[in-house]
């Protein structure tokens, strides 16, 4: 039985010009604000930690806890930074969401800023996506002009400034401790922490760092309660299972209809395959990312596994962004490791020695294998190498650079093997375009 989607988020997406605040309005857009500022800050936190919402920029860290963790009464601003930097391969929800429904963000901005007392809130986008940028910069204009924003809000006495921030374009600044570097004009690197954010972030000021999509979901919480969005999600009795609310699962790659779903917290991929009409026909799954590349591969055995965040580490991967990246039989899974593992080396920051060299290394020998130049020894040397980097790098981006490497070594080594046995790689890299010619598939071994 298919599953249905819950559009919160997505719920106008497809009306004509959905990205204006008067669509928005239609659509109880800004209710949520007039409520909030009726509140006291601190019932608005306990609220969205009721809700138990967690962040959706892939660690999962409860949302309201960590507004919670802003020192009450201090002499100090208090900054809210919204991470717009969405550069994981395969991670595509945040730019429709501000694309579709920018205002969705820039409510759900000044109800976190109010929560928090922060008098400036700074959303930092990352450079390439100019139309976004762009988008953002109108929303920001229109809920200035409505009185949503700037002195005195709706007459509530809150004052609230928003900045729109471009950055250069690098993966590590999506980091939360690099974006601030970048965010104060320098080179985007991870801080030491502690100290967190909290105390010591912005301008070493109390900040609050929050993903697009987990500050767009406040909106709707205030709108429709607690209760409502903890009745989504995976199993309200078992308390281990604190995985609630909808979200926006992205499927892409090798599947009939690939996009956004917003559904419930813990639906599978078979349910969200049967959504977007199965993998590309005539081709079978062979295996998927369930967040974005720095998250273990998993396999078609896996088609069942609750899309929660304890599902899937169960399952021994991680939910992180909810990317499903869908992959099927034409593919080899060397190339598709090497191309990964190229990024992270490009996106090393440099300021750690495991990952700086690692990363480097593992192309070397990737490239090597994929080639049909490698050996047994070269798969050794890979996971010394990934060992090396895993929990000894300076910030995840180390970790989830042998995340593909150690994965598909698990589920397909013979396949690594089957390159240097044939002298090369099996596949024909034409087929597993989505242009591929009919017919297009495994080159004859
Ligand atoms: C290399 C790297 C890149 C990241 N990129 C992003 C990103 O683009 N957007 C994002 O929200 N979080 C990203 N994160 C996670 C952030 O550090 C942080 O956990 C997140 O912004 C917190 O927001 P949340 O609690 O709402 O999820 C990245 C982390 C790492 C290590
Ligand atoms: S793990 Fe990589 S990206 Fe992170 S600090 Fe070290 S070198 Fe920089």
Redesign the pocket.
């Known amino acids: 039985m298919s599953i249905e989607l819950t559009p919160v988020l997505s719920r106008f997406w497809d009306v004509e010009r959905s990205w204006t605040r008067e669509v928005y309005e239609r659509y109880d857009g800004y209710s949520a604000l007039r409520t909030a500022l009726r509140m006291d800050r601190d019932d608005v936190t306990q609220l969205v930690k009721d809700s138990e919402l967690r962040?959706?920029?892939?660690?999962g860290?409860p949302?309201g806890n960590?507004w919670g963790f802003i020192p009450k009464g201090g002499d100090k601003p208090v900054y809210l930074v919204v991470?717009a930097?969405?550069?994981?391969p395969g991670t595509c929800k945040d730019v429709p969401l501000m694309m579709a429904n920018p205002h969705e963000l820039v409510e759900g901005v000044i109800i976190a800023s109010y929560a928090i007392a922060a008098t400036h809130a700074f959303i930092y986008v990352r450079g390439e996506v100019v139309h976004v940028i762009r988008r953002l910069h109108a929303a920001v204009a229109e809920a200035y002009a409505a009185g949503y924003l700037g002195k005195d809000i709706l007459g509530s006495g809150y004052d609230l400034e928003v900045v729109v921030h471009a950055g250069a374009g690098a993966?590590?600044c999506?980091?939360?401790t690099a974006l601030l570097d970048s965010l104060e004009g320098r080179r985007g690197q991870p801080r030491l922490r502690p100290p967190f954010p909290a105390i010591a972030g912005l301008y070493a000021s109390p900040t609050v760092?929050?993903?697009?999509e987990?500050i767009a979901s406040v909106p709707s919480i205030l709108r429709n309660g607690a209760a409502w969005f903890t009745a989504m999600g995976t199993d309200n009795e078992d308390p281990r299972k604190r995985s609630k609310g909808m979200t926006l699962f992205s499927l892409s790659g090798h599947v009939t209809r690939p996009g956004q779903f917003e559904a419930p917290m813990g639906v599978t991929l078979r349910d969200l395959l049967d959504l977007a009409g199965g993998v590309r026909e005539g081709h079978q799954l062979k295996f998927w990312t369930p967040g974005g590349s720095s998250t273990p591969l998993m396999t078609a055995e896996h088609l069942d596994v609750p899309l929660s965040y304890e599902g899937i580490a169960g399952a021994g991967s991680m939910l992180g962004t909810k990317a499903l990246q869908i992959f099927d039989d034409t593919t080899c899974v060397v190339r598709a490791v090497l191309r990964w593992t190229e990024f992270y080396a490009h996106e090393s920051c440099g300021k750690c020695t495991p990952c700086r060299e690692g990363t480097y290394w593992l192309v070397q020998i990737l490239r090597r294998l994929e080639n049909g130049e490698g050996d047994e020894e070269d798969l050794e040397k890979l996971l010394d190498i990934c060992d090396n980097i895993l929990g000894r790098a300076f910030?995840?981006?180390g970790d989830?650079a042998t995340a593909p490497i150690t994965s598909s070594l698990e589920f397909f080594r013979q396949e690594y093997i089957d390159h240097f046995e044939h002298g090369g790689c099996p596949f024909d890299p034409a087929a597993s375009t989505l242009f591929a010619d009919e017919g297009a598939g495994v080159k004859a071994r």
């Open positions: 962040g959706r920029g892939g660690a860290f949302t960590k991470n930097d969405e550069s994981e993966y590590i999506g980091e939360e760092i929050n993903n697009v987990s910030c995840a981006l989830g």
